[in-house]
């Protein structure tokens, strides 16, 4: 065969040529599979010994001529010199006969792409026989309508595609393997006859001749024509069974995007048609799990931890928590254990609130929310209904990570940053009124079972405990109800305005962190509040700004006047914040301290700068650490910002 655009062989084509040492005439063919720069532009076509030369024998309508027999030995059709001669030896003889005959031009390595046996490495060679096939064209095509018509979807989305562009192009299915063990094939030959016919029971004599001498067929069936029934098979099909009729068809198959036709695709057709119905309404594919720098995990490759050992080190939780927070849905999870230290300090998190709230909560009553609310009450009620939205809609739609993320947010920065700190006013405090500490109980118990609901599906062991602990004759988490806080979004306007507070709190607090006012040093604060209805709001809220930012005296003004040593900031809100800095600061000392600081961190950033501006480390390095170094110089460049902002408020440096 050449390539048919080829100008050294044009002439050639549809003539003849000798094949040497067999003296037989074979074709000169077109063919644009040809490879016109690979070797001599001219390549010898062994239709039953490879399967790309098996397609362009058919479109040439070559005779397809075995040579080797089922035990890797040369037959008569490679020639008298060389039959019953072991293939490797056999071809060691050939290139022998070639030099004699002064017919070898050139021997070059080059890499070849050949098959090995997955057990024992032993080539694999391409060998034509007569296999048993499956008819999938009228298969497939209920198949396509069930997922055309939406009755079976596909997440992510994109599979969808990949689905319809394998099923409206499918090709037969060849079932048989000859393999040692797997369900054989019901087919049976009459010895005398030849007649063969596929039988569901076990024929004893052969239905043309009557002959008792029935051999059936030795091969085995591929392992997915018995995959392919899984949906049914094993809830007793083809009887008519009470488990069949309850779950068939299910909901949901979660599996892996390299086996969408291997095993997807063949339930689907088999579903439709052994059952006339889908098997399953939704298919999630899931990513694969890499090792930090992108290998899949494998055995042979050594690089896939045992998760027993993980386990032990970390807790399921953490390491089913860590995992689905890196797993976006439907991609690869690149893993490494620093996404399992988030599960594990996430769970230290949880546990310690648990323990606050129980300790605290005495009584843990099961009532209701209570009806008499305050700001903050109303804030995290509202927010931990957007977070029961947010977490159902992304379990609903596969987005685990997206989930964990939200759950992630809400019981950490949300309840426990916030909530939790700001009940401790009333907790703590003896002036306040028993109903109040009631209220702030129902609401800590509350939330804090509602939040563990929320976190079950991805931590179960710890929520299991935390709730044995707060309910003890309540049964499992397991039967619990689904949290539904809907009419907890109509707080959303009163949210928004706690949200005003928490700017203002969060932007005293960076001021203090940036200039390094110890967490003890009570300050003086003065905000400037020009919008009458953002200083009302202030002042209502003046004692949960005292308490979160350990707040000695709070000064509110339209018109403040500004303290005369002080740090400053400017809250979205338009809220001019004042730290008085005097008897809290040395503001000397500080800005030599940041300025040095800042020195020390230009110097840093310059090292990293100089590794990433280098061409060849960039080339040579392994990609783990050029992803380090920019890493390391997006987290020195923040930290310069940060001490840039603490000199500009301190007054040494102009913006």
Not at 422 to 444: G, Q
Not at 599 to 624: G, R
Request: proline share 5%; glycine share 4%; charged share 25%.
């Amino acid at each position: 065969a050449v390539h048919p655009e080829d100008e050294r062989f044009k002439q050639l084509i549809g003539k003849e040529v000798i094949l040497p040492l067999q003296n037989r005439k074979i074709p000169v063919v077109a063919d644009e599979m040809v490879d016109r720069e690979f070797g001599t532009g001219a390549v010898k076509i062994t239709p039953a010994h490879d399967p790309n030369d098996f397609e362009a024998g058919k479109r040439h309508d070559l005779e397809s001529i075995t040579v080797i027999d089922d035990r890797g030995f040369m037959n008569a059709n490679a020639g008298s010199a060389y039959k019953n001669l072991d293939r490797f030896e056999c071809r060691k003889r050939v290139v022998a006969d070639l030099e004699k005959l002064d017919l070898l031009v050139s021997i070059e390595d080059y890499t070849n792409a050949i098959g090995t046996c997955y057990r024992c490495d032993s080539i694999v060679e391409p060998y034509l026989s007569k296999q048993w096939f499956v008819n999938m064209k009228p298969l497939a095509k209920p198949a396509l309508e069930v997922v055309k018509d939406g009755k079976i979807t596909f997440y992510p989305d994109r599979w969808t595609k990949v689905y319809l562009n394998w099923m409206e192009n499918i090709r037969d299915w060849c079932i048989s393997r000859q393999l040692w063990w797997g369900h054989r094939i019901p087919v049976w030959t009459c010895s005398d006859c030849g007649h063969f016919a596929a039988y569901r029971v076990d024929p004893t004599v052969c239905e043309k001749c009557g002959s008792s001498h029935l051999v059936q067929d030795p091969d085995v069936l591929d392992t997915w024509f018995s995959s392919w029934l899984w949906p049914f098979s094993t809830l007793g099909w083809p009887e008519s069974t009470e488990d069949l009729d309850l779950y068939y068809p299910t909901s949901t198959l979660i599996t892996a995007p390299e086996i969408i036709f291997f095993w997807v695709a063949r339930m689907i057709m088999a579903g439709m048609e052994f059952m006339k119905e889908i098997p399953f309404s939704r298919v999630y594919l899931h990513g694969t799990v890499r090792d930090a720098i992108g290998r899949k995990m494998s055995k042979s490759l050594g690089n896939s931890p045992d998760p027993l050992d993980i386990i032990a080190k970390y807790g399921a939780d953490a390491l089913r928590f860590g995992m689905v927070m890196i797993s976006p849905r439907g991609s690869d999870i690149f893993f490494s254990e620093d996404s399992l230290n988030v599960g594990r300090t996430f769970n230290n998190k949880i546990w310690n609130v648990a323990r606050f709230v129980i300790s605290n909560c005495p009584e843990r009553p099961k009532a209701p929310y209570p009806s008499n609310l305050t700001l903050f009450d109303k804030w995290i009620l509202y927010r931990m209904a957007l977070a029961v939205q947010d977490i159902t809609e992304g379990l609903e739609q596969f987005k685990f990570n997206e989930s964990a993320i939200a759950i992630h947010r809400f019981i950490w920065h949300e309840f426990c940053d916030w909530y939790v700190e700001i009940a401790k006013l009333d907790i703590y405090n003896e002036t306040k009124a028993a109903s109040r500490k009631s209220d702030v109980e129902r609401i800590l118990i509350n939330t804090l079972a509602h939040a563990i609901q929320l976190l079950h599906p991805f931590s179960p062991f710890i929520t299991e405990e935390i709730w044995n602990q707060l309910y003890t004759d309540n049964g499992s988490i397991m039967n619990s109800e689904w949290p539904d806080l809907g009419d907890f979004l109509n707080f959303k306007e009163d949210a928004q305005k706690a949200e005003i507070i928490q700017r203002t709190v969060t932007s005293i607090r960076t001021m203090r962190s940036e200039i390094h006012i110890p967490p003890a040093t009570e300050i003086h604060v003065v905000l400037g509040i020009t919008d009458l209805s953002i200083g009302e709001l202030h002042e209502q809220q003046k004692d949960i700004i005292e308490h979160l930012c350990r707040v000695k005296k709070l000064d509110i003004s339209e018109r403040p006047e500004p303290p005369q040593i002080r740090a400053t900031s400017l809250t979205d809100d338009g809220v001019d914040v004042y730290i008085d800095l005097k008897d809290v600061v040395d503001v000397p000392m500080e800005v030599t301290r940041l300025k040095k600081e800042i020195a020390k961190n230009d110097q840093e950033i310059e090292k990293v700068t100089q590794k990433l501006n280098n061409e060849k480390f960039i080339a040579n390095a392994p990609n783990e650490i050029v992803e380090k170094n920019r890493a390391i110089h997006t987290e020195l460049s923040d930290k310069k910002l940060k001490l840039t902002r603490a000199l500009i408020m301190l007054g040494e440096i102009q913006q």
